[in-house]
């Protein structure tokens, strides 16, 4: 399965942008979605998560209330939607699948097998 990540750009602060993820095909037992960030010389970090069922979602401090993580199980897609963006947003963001079990192992990068190529986000102040 390949994830395929869109939607970045460049914005300028406080506008929106909407990432999408789209698998090349149904998944054999339904993963866990995820999106991280990566910004120049930092590692990647987590910003948000969504369960199987999308009745679950989790994100990192900086994404509370701006982030908002959806997915559509029907066509195998997640989505990103980022609102009141700021110059740090900048980095590259990455969708990812995989089985985590805990709220801990949401965050890890290590529990997820499935990778995107990343969509580069830019934030102009």
């Known amino acids: 399965v390949q994830l395929q990540a869109c939607g970045g750009g460049l914005v300028q602060a406080g506008d929106s942008l909407r990432l999408s993820c789209v698998a090349s095909?149904?998944?054999?037992?339904?993963?866990?979605m995820g999106w991280f960030r990566q910004a120049p010389g930092k590692e990647r970090e987590f910003v948000a998560a969504?369960?199987?069922?999308?009745?679950?979602?989790w994100y990192g401090d900086f994404a509370k209330g701006r982030f908002t993580i959806s997915r559509d199980n029907a066509k195998n897609t997640v989505h990103l939607q980022m609102n009141s963006l700021k110059p740090e947003d900048t980095a590259v963001y990455y969708c990812?699948?995989?089985?985590?079990?805990?709220?801990?192992?949401?965050?890890?990068?290590?529990?997820?097998?499935?990778w995107g190529q990343g969509t580069l986000v830019t934030v102009s102040s």
């Open positions: 095909r149904r998944f054999f037992s339904r993963p866990e």
């Open positions: 969504i369960s199987r069922s999308g009745g679950s979602t």
């Open positions: 990812a699948a995989g089985d985590p079990y805990t709220t801990a192992q949401v965050m890890g990068v290590e529990y997820y097998d499935y």
